[in-house]
């Protein structure tokens, strides 16, 4: 992250110099996804900006990130959703409050934000939410009401338009104090330039990929919601036997719905086209790797991250067409949509993208990678989230602004 913001925290102004931000998250596993990886990134950035920065979390990976930037972390059962633990969290959290004077607490999910809302309350410190997804069970009213806690925030940051519109209708969410921050991806990571021949050749021995073969990737938790069987329904459909399709991720226990996934395989005879992989530590090389990139959700991605990083790598996407994916597939001209569940639709669009000419590869794929440079970078991100704490910071709280 380079150093030059636009925000002003971290400078002095008539309220007080130098504001504290305190972080709040259930964990920092390395494998958790866009909650960790968006906190650890705006906590470095608050730091860089000349603030205090602070995270509270039950530990994990990637707490080393944050050691290497000097950014303290504190260790709490924060990932439990025990009541009486979450109910012991308010005083725990509440004397890390007042002992480091924290101007701003910044909760990341439920639980968590249960304890730091009413610890925030009684030392007096701003309360900032990030609602990162629809969340289940809106029907049931003490699952809506569990799940009310991320509306709380004096603001109320949302990654994608489509959670937006979500929160306003669902909860009833006014308008000005909500935030759009879409998630940011490293681009000095995710950058095609950066990834080494050796890297590919290791990568492509390891999955054993055949020299002259198109590559198909679906990345993504092997989890029913993730389009797994959708996608291999496609392929029986596509009829192809000259291609390699990877589903890159980890069953995390999900042995039964991986067993489901061999068995349909071994029925459209895809056993030997179609290859599981387990987690991908270097998930730009297998962009690199890949033909073509595939997010084949049932459910509405909030986001969806692994579109933007394939578009970032110049990768051609395919997306189901709901959700927050639609924010950065605009079809034909960044990507492609296909209606969700429909495997069918997704057998023709992946026949015209497999068969896409150089010159029409490029211009779509420069325009994708232009688009995610200019609207989805980390530094866009961490620019807008320190926006919202200068927001804050410069408003006058009140002790009505949010319902209890």
Known sequence: MTGKRKSNIGKKTKKRSN??????????????????????????????????????SHGGDMVRELERAKVPHFKLPLHS????????????LEKIIRENKVDIVHARSRAPAWSAFYAAKRVGAHFVTTFHGTYTGVDNFLKKYYNSIQTRGERVIVISRFIGKHIRSIYGVEEN???LVHRGIDLDRFDPAKVSAERLVQLAKKWRLPDGMSVVMLPGRITRWKGQTIMINALAQLGRHDIRCLLVGA?????????????????????????????????????????????????????????????????????????????????????????????????????????LNPVEREVLTKTAADYVHKNFSKQKMCDRTLGVYNDVMASRRTKKRVPI
Request: glycine share 12%; aromatic share 4%.
């Open 177 to 179: 104090r909500i935030r």
């Open 251 to 355: 069953d995390q226990g999900r042995a039964g719905y991986r067993r489901e996934l061999e068995t349909l395989l071994q029925r459209f005879g895809l056993a030997d086209i179609v290859h599981v992989m387990e987690h991908c530590t270097d998930m730009p090389a297998a962009y690199m790797l890949s033909d073509v990139v595939v997010s084949a959700s049932t459910d509405p991605e909030a986001f969806g991250r692994v579109v933007a990083e394939a578009q970032a790598m110049g990768r051609p996407v395919i997306a189901s067409d709901h959700g927050g994916v639609g924010e950065m597939v605009h079809s034909e001209k960044t990507g492609w949509l296909f209606p969700p569940g429909d495997a069918e639709a997704l057998a023709g669009v992946l026949r015209r993208v497999l068969d």
């Open 19 to 56: 504001p504290t931000v305190l972080q709040v998250l259930p964990s920092l596993e390395m494998g958790g996804g866009g909650v960790e990886r968006g906190a650890v990134d705006v906590a470095i950035a608050v730091a860089e900006s000349g603030a205090r920065s602070l995270v509270v």
């Open 81 to 92: 959703k025990n009541p009486w633990t979450i109910l012991v969290n308010i005083g725990r």
